[in-house]
Structure formats: C-alpha cells, structure tokens
C-alpha cells in the first residue's frame, strides 16, 4: 500500500530564517506531488504541483519554493519566512492529474514568531 | 475551473442521515467531482468521487443529478466521530481549489 510521511508535525521559526519541509511517498512510482496551506478556519491553498523530476508548478506567487530532486520525495523550502508564512502545511499525492483522488500526509504546522 | 458553493456548517444528531449538497454550475464535461473530509491538524482524507448518477461506498453515497450542477454527499447514521469539515471538489487534480467546506458538528 502506499503511504505518505511529512515531517516535521510542528515547528517554530524566526522571522527570516530558512525552511525546509520534505514530503516522501511510498509504495507507487511517478505520483503526481502537491503542497497545500491552509491558514486557520480556512481551506487548502494549492501552493505547488509536480508531475515528474525537476518539474514543479507554481501556483501563487510567494516567497516559497519547491523541488522533486527524487521521483517521490517533494521539498518545500523558504529562504526568509515571513511572518504570513505560518499555517498548516499539507503534502500530497495522486496517480494522475486528472481525477484520481488526492492522499494528503498529516501536515506540518509552521509558526512563524 | 469550476467554483463550488457549500453551506458554511450543518448540525446533526447521532444516528441522523446527513445530507450535504455543492453547487458547481460551471463544472465541465470532462470533471469529476470529489469529496474529501478534514478533522482537525489532519490532512483531509477522501470519501467518495463520482461522475454523473449514484455513488455509494462503505461511508457515504454521492448522488448527482443529470445535469452534474450540483452534487449531494449523503453520510447514513452519522456518530460523533463524523464531526468534521467536508470538502467539494471538482475539477482536476493541478486546478483543484479547496473552498472553506462544510463544517459539520454531531451532537449527541
């Protein structure tokens, strides 16, 4: 079966320290890779998407970036977080990018002091 | 990309069919539409897709009617543990926007 692992579940940084978030997935090959926010109260923001190595798609404009060095294994990074940076930080896979359904992994919660 | 509109909460009681319906007027032909549920500091977890008709799994039954503008996900003798927040979707994966959901609170 396939699983997915996020780590770490909680973290407290600085204002302008660097992030790094990682996302791997287990048991299938060539999912498709997303990165979800959700701010308190509120929905999912889709923040990046990749269908493949090296491929990543940005969805809104931010100081956040993401990267698949490996086949299953999504990096979310920061260079210097911003206050607006803390929430709830949700990885995710699916089979295809079409309609296969989305498995998300337990999130990351960010605070940013 | 097709908007969803969902009631912002619902109550219910234990042992109750809850009903919970999604407007997607805009939705195209080719999108499927997808239910998911979220407690919280959880990662939401998928309940059901369907495409046009009936649905039904071992939680819920999704029925949509012909023309596909709106959808109900149906959850039978619902418990406490289905208080949760539950999602619409439709469309695909890489254009797929979460709304605030449905926030729905089982009483005993």
């Known amino acids: 079966s396939q699983t997915i692992h996020q780590w770490p579940a909680t973290l407290v940084q600085p204002v302008g320290s660097p992030l790094s978030l990682e996302c791997t997935v287990e048991?299938?090959?060539?999912?498709?890779l997303y990165w979800y926010r959700q701010a308190a109260g509120r929905g999912l923001q889709l923040l990046f998407y990749?269908?493949?190595?090296?491929?990543i798609s940005s969805e809104v404009p931010q100081n956040l970036s993401a990267s698949r060095p490996q086949d299953r294994q999504f990096i979310l990074s920061s260079k210097k977080l911003l206050l607006s940076d803390s929430g709830f930080y949700l990885c995710?896979?699916?089979?295809?990018?079409?309609?296969?359904?989305?498995?998300f992994g337990n999130g990351t919660r960010l605070t940013v002091t | 990309l097709a908007k969803t509109t969902q009631p912002i909460s619902m109550d219910s009681y234990e042992g109750q069919e809850v009903n919970i319906t999604c407007s997607h007027n805009?939705?195209?032909?080719?999108?499927?539409i997808t239910w998911y549920q979220q407690f919280p500091s959880q990662g939401p977890r998928f309940i059901i897709q369907?495409?046009?008709t009936k649905v039904t799994n071992e939680v819920a039954s999704l029925f949509i009617p012909a023309d596909r503008k709106s959808s109900t996900l149906s959850l039978p003798r619902v418990s406490l543990s289905d208080t949760a927040v539950y999602y619409c979707?439709?469309?695909?994966?890489?254009?797929?926007?979460f709304g605030a959901g449905t926030r729905l609170t089982v009483k005993p």
């Open positions: 805009n939705i195209a032909t080719n999108d499927y």
């Open positions: 369907g495409y046009k």
């Open positions: 990749s269908v493949g190595i090296g491929q």
């Open positions: 979707l439709v469309g695909n994966n890489n254009d797929m926007r």
């Open positions: 048991g299938t090959s060539n999912p498709n």
């Open positions: 995710a896979w699916s089979r295809d990018r079409v309609n296969s359904p989305l498995h």
